[in-house]
């Protein structure tokens, strides 16, 4: 069984995961290895470049090597005829966790004010609002998004919400579902987590007139995709206090570039796309998953719905 690997990350832990978890297979790496097009049976791959994915005439199944699969379905031109599978991985969703969790304790524990402070030389406590009591809205409430909640929940918090398309019944967290009750969810939200993918729908969706919703001196957690908000908007949420403060993990162009404004605010703490990365050994075991049930005539788990696009 031959794979193809197509992505700019090094190969060389996809290797010793592949020789360890698809014993019978070989990998071959896009670019670099000879292997007819014909000849490929599975396709591993993190943003390719578009029109590639749709010249393997055997290739049974795309694994995405990531959760989202925005990038992969910009190509116009993604075959449509095989599954195309996102990644959903324990190790990706505690890594996403740990993410949400630090940001989170971050601004409940006013690390963002005591950063300045130092630099000022300035001692002032201040009180952190009640753990139980912090309202915690979590958009996008789907592998992530549940997981990150319920850690939160474990922490103390217990007045957690989540917003989604389809309502969720989950013990102990308020499910918001639907664009008629967005407005809800983030009126009564004061540390927004944003975990959607990226699609039509959810685009700009953190613009103006929603940022506005939000309590007075709310934080934005952004971890979802960058596309998720209107930069503008929220940079004037910043400056004005409306939103106290923002983690933002990614954004519309990566890497930032160097002009952007997010730059120069000292209540907008950035990180470069890291809040989870994948893990090879164990998303490998989960595509030989993947490959096992496609063998055997089975759907794979996790196959991604192209109309909804995600
Ligand atoms: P899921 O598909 O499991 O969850 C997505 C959630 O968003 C679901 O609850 C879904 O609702 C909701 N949603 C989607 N569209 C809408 C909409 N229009 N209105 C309301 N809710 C909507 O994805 P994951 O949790 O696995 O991943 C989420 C995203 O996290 C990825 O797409 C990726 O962009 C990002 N990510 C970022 C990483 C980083 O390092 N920064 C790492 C990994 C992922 P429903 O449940 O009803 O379908
Ligand atoms: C992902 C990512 O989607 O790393 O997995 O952004």
């Not at 490929?40 to 694994?63: Q, S």
């Not at 969790?101 to 609002?129: D, E, N, S």
């Not at 309202?135 to 990150?148: R, S, T």
């Not at 975990?195 to 929603?210: E, V």
Request: charged share 20%; net charge negative; aromatic share 8%.
């Amino acid at each position: 069984m031959n794979l193809l690997y197509i992505s700019s990350s090094p190969v060389k832990s996809w290797l010793k995961a592949v020789h360890r978890f698809l014993p019978d297979a070989d990998l071959f790496v896009w670019g670099q290895d000879d292997i007819k097009a014909g000849d490929v049976d599975y396709i591993l791959v993190w943003n390719p470049p578009h029109g590639l994915l749709n010249t393997f005439p055997n290739a049974k199944a795309i694994f995405n090597l990531g959760a989202g699969v925005d990038a992969l379905l910009e190509d116009q031109n993604l075959p449509r005829h095989i599954p195309i599978v996102r990644l959903v991985d324990p190790q990706l969703s505690a890594g996403m966790t740990e993410h949400v969790m630090y940001w989170v304790l971050h601004f409940q524990r006013h690390m963002h004010l005591y950063g300045r402070q130092k630099a000022q030389g300035k001692w002032l406590q201040h009180t952190p609002t009640n753990t139980q009591k912090r309202a915690v809205g979590i958009l996008g409430l789907g592998e992530l998004g549940q997981n990150a909640a319920h850690a939160l929940m474990m922490m103390g918090f217990e007045d957690i919400a989540g917003w989604s398309r389809t309502r969720k019944e989950l013990p102990g967290i308020e499910s918001f579902a639907g664009d008629d009750e967005l407005d809800d969810f983030l009126a009564r939200t004061e540390i927004l987590v944003c975990l959607l993918p990226n699609t039509t729908a959810t685009q700009g969706l953190l613009n103006a007139k929603t940022l506005a919703v939000l309590p007075k001196g709310a934080f934005v957690i952004n971890a979802g995709r960058g596309d998720l908000i209107q930069d503008d908007d929220l940079i004037e949420a910043l400056t004005s206090g409306a939103i106290e403060a923002a983690a933002l993990d990614v954004f519309r162009v990566e890497p930032l570039p160097q002009d952007h404004v997010f730059w120069t605010m000292d209540n907008v703490f950035i990180t470069p796309h890291v809040a989870s990365l994948t893990y090879p050994s164990s998303a490998t075991k989960l595509i030989a998953d993947g490959i096992d049930a496609i063998e055997n005539g089975e759907l794979p788990d996790h196959v991604v719905d192209l109309d909804k696009g995600y």
